[in-house]
């Protein structure tokens, strides 16, 4: 019982991110609406985001910035006190980098509609059907 | 289709549940992504770089092109935003609306057909107007300068607290896109024009990768910062720490801009005319 405690403690910080991949992945592929396929693409893009900084974690170290780095007492620095501050980089900048590449989906989005008076897939699909001889 | 789609996420969770046992676990720090170089960057920034936030170190200085290719592609956004909705001035809107400030009675004025925007008479109103409302046009006003300037303490301040280019530029982006909500896009576009967003947007770029190319012809390897010793009057590891700060400057600008470039145009469908 004691090694399914620690087990859970251990790896529910990937469930989780399962749980949210899987969630964006449903809406990204069975939703009709591109607005939903949207939001299902940035929930999905927040499940990698949640799983590199949960990676980066360690036990018992603290936010990667040098404390007294500039103090007189010059003293050494071990990574063990601080957590991976890699996979913060690679978020930060992918963090903004999806609002950005958000605004393109949502402008894309926009020339659909004014094209076809609507965002459901398959009436889209009938549309161009329509409009082009076969 | 639907059925087929949850047993298709259904499979793909399970694979990753059965992985996940393989992963090191919470909090680990012997995992394999905490080895390689991350214990290098932990270490060795104080004595490269003199900067004590390493978040900000790596970012801007061990993976400079990283962060400078990022920034382009945020640029390249707003471009593709740009390129995609706007809609040139000459095609003018089915029709203006003036309100009369006096008898609030509005006017409609169809076939492009415009009264004077600036008068103590008329106001130039949205199609879809909603009444000003005293509380929220108040609220903002006083909020939106504490913003921006911790906006640019957060610039500013990234060496030593969280912080840096990137999280200080959507902060202050964020500020002008509340000015613009709470009051309206006309209004916006006087204090920051859309050709001042693009202007800033690839200054912003250019500044970051004028820094690398000003580092190569005083004679270090591009985003080199060490090579701004002697214009800068320091020594090699102090120069770098310079350098990080007029990068992220450079970022913060950028990524301001084109957040504002963006919403001018989604929020007016790219007419940047009449918006939310």
């Not at chain 1, 957590?83 to 926009?110: E, F, Y």
């Not at chain 2, 640019?152 to 607290?161: D, E, K, N, T």
Request: hydrophobic content about 50%.
């Amino acid at each position: 019982m004691e090694a399914l405690g620690s087990l859970i403690l251990a790896k529910y910080n990937y469930w989780a991110v399962i749980a949210l991949l899987l969630i964006g992945l449903y809406a990204m592929i069975t939703k009709k609406n591109l607005v939903k396929k949207i939001i299902g693409m940035n929930i999905f893009q927040t499940a990698i985001i949640l799983f590199y900084v949960s990676i980066g974690s360690k036990k018992g170290a603290t936010i990667p910035i040098i404390t007294h780095g500039h103090g007189d007492a010059s003293h050494a620095v071990h990574s063990v006190e601080y957590i991976n501050p890699l996979p913060h980089v690679l978020m930060l900048t992918a963090i903004v980098v999806s609002v950005a590449t958000l605004g393109v989906a949502l402008a894309l989005a926009m020339k659909v509609y004014s094209q076809y008076g609507t965002l459901e897939e398959d009436e889209i699909r009938e549309k161009i059907m329509e409009s082009e001889p076969v | 289709m639907r059925a087929l789609g949850l047993a298709t996420v259904f499979c793909f969770g399970a694979i990753l549940f059965y992985i996940s046992f393989d992963f090191p676990g919470w909090g680990d720090e012997n995992s394999p992504a905490s080895q390689h170089v991350s214990p290098y960057y932990i270490e060795h920034t104080m004595d490269d770089t003199s900067v004590p936030n390493i978040v900000t170190a790596i970012l801007a200085d061990y993976r400079g092109y990283d962060t400078l290719f990022e920034t382009a592609v945020i640029f390249s956004a707003g471009l593709a935003c740009f390129f995609l909705l706007r809609i040139p001035e000459r095609q003018a809107p089915p029709a203006r609306f003036y309100r009369h400030l006096a008898t609030g009675i509005t006017f409609r004025i169809e076939k492009g057909g415009r009264l004077p925007e600036d008068t103590d008479e008329f106001e130039r109103i949205d199609s879809v107007w909603v009444p000003y409302d005293v509380i929220i046009g108040m609220t903002c006003r006083l909020v939106v300068p504490f913003i921006q300037l911790f906006a640019l303490y957060v610039i500013a301040h990234g060496h030593h607290s969280p912080g840096g280019g990137f999280q200080g530029g959507v902060i202050f982006g964020a500020a002008i896109i509340l000015f613009a909500i709470s009051n309206n896009l006309r209004r916006t576009l006087k204090r920051m024009s859309e050709k001042t967003s693009a202007l800033l947007g690839s200054l912003g770029v250019l500044i970051y990768a004028g820094t690398g190319i000003l580092c190569m012809v005083l004679g270090a390897g591009f985003l080199n910062y060490s090579a701004l010793a002697s214009l800068l009057g320091v020594d090699p590891v102090s120069a770098r720490s310079h350098g990080i700060l007029i990068v992220e400057i450079g970022v913060g600008i950028a990524v301001t801009a084109v957040m504002v470039w963006i919403y001018y145009n989604l929020s007016s469908a790219g007419r940047q005319d009449e918006g939310l």
